[in-house]
């Protein structure tokens, strides 16, 4: 899955020029034909994956097979993981090419509605783990990490345990000011809309 806006993007590339391509990693992947659904609503596009395309790739894939999905409802104060690849700290190689640096925060839930979780980054509580120092700890610029996976953290019977709950839409809000100032609020979408077959249904519901 990814954000859908991340597809129209790349559509109107392709538009511009036919050679852009799709990589899974580092392999070269077939986006477009590979979608499975979209909703433009929820910003949610779902595409499929062979074994071999991720065995080739060498990507890890989280199995949400069978009794792993849906996901749970994440709780409030739950620890939740995020990240992705921002385009402030990709480094350009050659003409047409650029090496990305990951990026990974760990924070909790402050709130969660119908379609969002809603978190709060605070550099005094929190932990990230910064590759480029040109991204700043707070009020960073997350364009780049659209798509990027949220991810629940618990403990059952003295185990930890972990699953996708959420995908990245949207970078945080920047710096706040007042009772906010040094916090980044994020707003993540749920994913549980989508189905096993990767197909994606709203339920009727009056919330936002």
């Not at 999905?69 to 709780?75: A, D, E, G, N, V």
Request: aromatic share 8%; with cysteine.
């Amino acid at each position: 899955m990814t954000a859908n806006h991340v597809v129209e993007v790349f559509e109107a590339d392709r538009e511009e020029n036919v050679s852009n391509t799709c990589l899974l990693r580092t392999v070269r992947f077939d986006l477009l034909n590979k979608i499975i659904d979209r909703n433009t609503d929820l910003d949610i596009a779902t595409f499929s994956v062979t074994e071999n395309e991720l065995a080739e790739s060498e990507a890890q894939a989280l199995d949400c097979r069978g009794a792993n999905w849906p996901p749970p409802k994440p709780l409030e104060s739950a620890p939740i993981s995020f990240g992705g690849f921002p385009e402030e700290c990709a480094i350009p190689s050659l003409p047409t090419n650029a090496v990305f640096a990951g990026f990974v925060s760990l924070t909790y839930v402050q709130d969660i509605t119908q379609r969002e979780i809603i978190a709060t980054y605070d550099s005094n509580r929190d932990s990230r783990v910064i590759i480029d120092e040109r991204l700043p700890d707070v009020g960073a610029n997350l364009s780049g990490c659209s798509g990027g996976p949220v991810i629940v953290h618990y403990e059952r019977n003295m185990t930890h345990h972990y699953c996708p709950v959420g995908m990245i839409i949207v970078g945080a809000k920047g710096e706040g000011t007042g009772l906010m100032a040094g916090w980044d609020m994020y707003r993540f979408r749920r994913i549980h809309f989508i189905q096993p077959d990767g197909s994606i249904l709203i339920q009727p519901s009056n919330s936002f």
